[in-house]
């Protein structure tokens, strides 16, 4: 086994510029990413050579930064870390299913987030997906999620997302954001410290506007319908706290919804490593406890980006890039002045993209609304197929933790490990018990976090 | 705020709710605390009813014999009276899943016929096998060698490259999570009380009795306590001045994918683990039997060990998802035997523990002469070599 | 939305037929391209799924790829002469040879 290095989890915007940090100071790193390339989600790259390079100026400039530092940086793309063991010991296996042990002597977590979907009548149709699915769709492999598209959900992240399926000449029928107009209006008091965020956010409602997709605020999907595919999606304005005014539904036929409420910090593998963590749902959940140096509890362990409590791009390159030069301090390799001081340059920007990220996530919070479109027959845990009726009936009959219900209703046990259900099954039992949704806990976090064979597995005891 | 019961149950796993089962049926009035800690035997358990195969010491998967004694000729039986408890229990099953059902709607996945096949590569193992056939004898069903093409017939995705297996034919599977959950709302519909996340604190005691129980849900005062807490029983205990030698044994275990069902019909075991499907499809491999105090991380070799393990038992499982991996803590004892019926130190509190491997299949007995015991009637089936006394000078 | 690039087309199979795909597809991008956005149907309920998260979290798109029962088809790039299953139900495994 090659010397790893400090090892990095994630390669988008937080564990590229962790990783630059970390070379820039002379010590080496590994990136591994199961994705196809360096990027992450928002720097994706295309896949198929037909599509035009995202124009990713950030992102194609931290690329090429670590290909400058390579003789400093491995990159691990195609590898999955499904595991940390005794420390900081990172089980990753390859595409080709050969499985390893790395021993670095400091890791960063930068595996980013994924997309929040409550669940609602008819969400597992075939065309109903994420936002998130739907872009690199079209912006990686030049393939349409669907040919009519409604977009749903909450965040600047779908307006981004439908205007790239434009571009991409899809047919994108109207964007529903759940919360009210006025809400929206107050953004720039809050953004006058970051303009170009602004701008790039009135850029896309202009763009939006010339192409005649309507934004209609204070709506959310209830249902979608549809036999084998999704083919027609209903959908009511709301109140303050989201719940919908069912005698105003309205139905629209189209055989493709994208749908997100904000996203989820992937904190798996800090779970697994032992890592304090607590309950911030204001920026997605169940994030890392980390000091100012970005560590978290479990020493040699930094964590950073939207993986530690969504912020977005700009932040996470910026909390990279101190989560490297932190581990870089805690090998020893930069002195404390030095260290102090560039911690003081990345604070003082973090401060400034702060406001507007604050408000943001006051606008996008999930309300209590959401948590009631489901009806008895809807399944509220994808992988295991289980309904609402049978959650709440396993519930009713004394399933008074996550789990037991887990345990009576198989809820959660499936291959998401919970991810999906959780934020949904936590509240049911939380409003059961009438305990606060902190005291239900994350779900419980296993290794394998992704699926591997079990020949996989097996081809780890090479390694000693 | 305090209540009163006639026995407060100390542990809501398999045991607990079978004791708080069976005296609720009695007529006595009971309560059923439990706490959600992390890595309980019950949770983790793979539910095999294994009650030849594991008294005859195949261990099925890692043996703490073998470790504890040095390989030699390999690991001897446990005493003929455990075997013939564990036997007794198991043919409990079918009337307790069909009673279960009844009472509160919930199937334990009891099966009938999964059979036990003890799989043997060489020629060590085949000595062993063949003692293991005599020890069994003919009381207990029909232990008996299968040839490799015996096995392809009945399991074909099962390995050619062995000598052949023992096939016990008693030892079946059952969920153990339904299990342990219908028997504790049986217990509730008849009368018993469950209360959640009531960790024990403290034991009020007066004239050699316990006579309340301290709570973080609040003091119970009680006629009698019993103790059911699986790998934290010592602790329970010690809040009562008594000591028992119970101590941790973590088993690691390896989950799959779900699989169409009968992918796998026979439960199996190797000197390296042993391999069975649930019926909701995920295969199970476990587990390793090691002292590792309260920790219930998983680790890494191990994982490794039972996957290489069950492949080379099964080698198309190969190319099968591994879905997670768990480890638990069994309650062990010295002897590898429960600790059950009265305490020597007060005469009201009763041990209901030291499950280690077979807590699962010993449940439904464990119930039925615990709570005999402490009602103060003769158990059906008696528990002398059970009994905590004998560890008096080992604790001394 | 494609460039004037020219790509190669990827030959591999889906359920037994040889279907085409342009290169840098996943096997779920290249169902969309296939219009067979169902990849699956579920073990319990027999309903169809098909991609959704689309970063290999939610194992909803989940098929057979080269005897491997469940592989996530959004994290797996189409390779020529691959053989794709959509599952039906749980995981089956082939008796090796």
Known sequence: MSYPGIVIIGGGPAGMSAAV????????????????????????????????????????????????????????????????????????????????????????????AHELVPPFPGWTLPGVMTPGAAQILTKTMGVAPGKRVLVAGTGPFLLAVACQLIDAGVHVVSVLEASPRSAWLTLPLHGFRTPAILDEGLAYLTKLARAHVPVRYGRVVVAATGETELNAVEHAPVGAEWFPERNHIETEQVDTLLIGYGFVPRVQLAQMAGCDLE????????????????????????????????????????????????????????????FTAARHTIEHELARLRPLRSALDKISALQPGLMSLVRDDTIVCRCEEVTWREAREAVCAGSTTYRSLKMTSRAGMGACQGRFCWPFLSRLVAAEVKCPLADIGPPSARPPLGPITLGALASGLQDK | MTDTTDVVVIGGGAIGSSVAFALARHGASVTLLDVSTPGRATSASAGGLWSLGESLGLGCGVILHTAQKGAGDGPAPLPLTFMDFLWESNLRFPSLAAELRTLCGIDIEA??????????????????????????GSDHGCVEKWTPQHIHNRDPLITYDLRGAIHFPGDNQVNPMLLTEALKRGACAKGARFIAE????AFQCSNGRVVAVESDKGTIACGAVVNAAGAWSAQIARLANIEIPIHPVRGQIVCTEALQPGTLRSNLSTRDCYILQKAHGEVIIGSTTEYCDFNIGVRYQDMCNLAAGAIRAVPALRNVMVKRTWAGLRPGTPDELPILGPAVELENFFHATGGFRTGIVAAPLTGEVVAASVLGQTPKFSIEPFLARRFQSLVA | MHNDVRTMEIEFTLDGQTVCCPEGLTVAGAMFHLGRRSVRMTARTAA????????????????QIDERASIRACMTLVQPGMRVVSGQGAATVALEA
């Open chain 1, 21 to 112: 940090a970390i070379a820039t100071h002379g010590l080496t790193c590994t990136i591994v990413d199961e994705g196809f390339d360096l990027g992450g989600q928002i720097y994706r790259k295309p896949t198929n050579p037909a599509c035009a390079p995202a124009p990713h100026p950030r992102g194609e400039g931290l690329r090429a930064e670590v290909a400058r530092l390579g003789e400093h940086i491995n990159v691990r793309t195609g590898d999955s870390a499904w595991g940390i063991f005794d420390g900081l010991r990172v089980a990753i296996t390859s595409p080709d299913e050969c499985t390893e042990l790395l021993q670095p002597q400091a890791v960063i977590l930068a595996p980013g």
């Open chain 1, 279 to 338: 309950l911030r749902p204001d920026i997605g959940g169940w994030i890392p406890v980390r000091d100012r140096n970005l560590a978290t509890t479990v020493s040699g362990i930094f964590a950073a980006g939207d993986g530690a409590g969504v912020a977005g791009s700009l932040a996470a390159a910026l909390e990279g890039q101190l989560a490297g030069m932190a581990a870089t301090q805690f090998l020893g390799a930069i002195d404390e002045a030095t």
């Open chain 2, 111 to 136: 099966e009938a016929a999964t059979g036990l096949l003890y799989l043997v590569y060489d020629e060590e193992q085949e000595r062993h096998a063949n003692r293991i056939i005599e020890w069994a």
């Open chain 2, 198 to 201: 009531a960790r024990v604190r």
């Open chain 3, 48 to 63: 169809p799924r098909s991609l959704f998260c689309g970063i290999g979290v939610c194992c909803d798109c989940l098929m």
